[in-house]
């Protein structure tokens, strides 16, 4: 479930790197050659894809403690 909700956060390239870097710790570098794009690219969508997940929960959060 989680997962399906994170799709609709964040894209696919942002996705992938967020999981290569965080969950199976590939450098950046690492990623980049996987994917054949430039590590610049793939820095830019590990900063954007967090900035978008810490924004999302941080107005949910919001959204819970005016509901409670």
């Not at 954007?48 to 959060?61: A, H, M, Q, S």
């Amino acid at each position: 479930y989680i997962i399906e909700e994170f799709k609709n956060i964040i894209n696919e390239l942002e996705a992938n790197v967020i999981i290569f870097h965080v969950l199976y710790d590939f450098t950046f570098k690492e990623i980049a050659n996987n994917l054949n794009v430039s590590i610049n690219t793939i820095k830019s969508a590990y900063k954007r894809g967090i900035k978008k997940l810490r924004d999302y929960f941080e107005e949910k959060e919001k959204l819970q403690e005016i509901m409670c």
